[in-house]
């Protein structure tokens, strides 16, 4: 990899994933205070990150997100507050001038599912949280995120965003 990868999990249970060039991982729980996302920390973050990318690469590294659409069975306030979350973290990706890209999650979900028998749940539908943790346990073996003992669905999926976005080197 000659670049670094940062893959965010959109939502109150959601990640943020780094993956260095040297193919390190660095992984944060989404910042919240009580129920509500803290966007100043999550800047901070994603600041912190990028100052040492460019400190040690001369580049920004790449920011990778889900572009959201309709998530079918979830409430206007729930819709509203990812929508709320993917703007500001379009805002700050602008903000740091970092590059980024939104990506369908059954866009890099297709990818990273390769070989993975299809999961369902006890509703018959496609268990799409389980599976990505089967990936990335394929993917990542020597992982924190996967060898924990109850490995957190949002880091799992932002791993995955991060590895997807290294595979098409964005």
């Not at 700050?92 to 999650?105: C, G, M």
Request: glycine share 6%; net charge positive; with cysteine.
């Amino acid at each position: 990899m000659n670049k670094g990868y940062i893959g965010i999990d959109i939502g109150k249970k959601g990640a943020i994933v780094y993956q260095t060039v040297d193919g390190s991982i660095q992984s944060y729980k989404m910042p919240m205070i009580k129920s509500e996302v803290d966007y100043a920390f999550l800047y901070d973050i994603l600041d912190i990150m990028v100052t040492a990318h460019k400190h040690s690469y001369k580049k920004p590294p790449h920011l990778i997100f889900e572009k959201l659409g309709v998530i079918f069975g979830s409430s206007k306030t729930t819709a509203f507050s990812m929508g709320h979350q993917a703007g500001a973290v379009e805002m700050a990706a602008i903000a740091l001038e970092l590059p980024f890209t939104k990506v369908p999650a059954k866009t890099w979900q297709k990818e990273m599912f390769v070989g993975v028998d299809e999961i369902v749940n006890s509703k018959n539908k496609r268990d799409t949280k389980a599976m990505a943790l089967v990936a990335a346990k394929r993917l990542f073996p020597e992982s924190n995120i996967v060898t924990c003992a109850k490995p957190h669905d949002g880091m799992v999926d932002a791993l995955l965003m991060s590895e997807y976005a290294a595979r098409k080197q964005f």
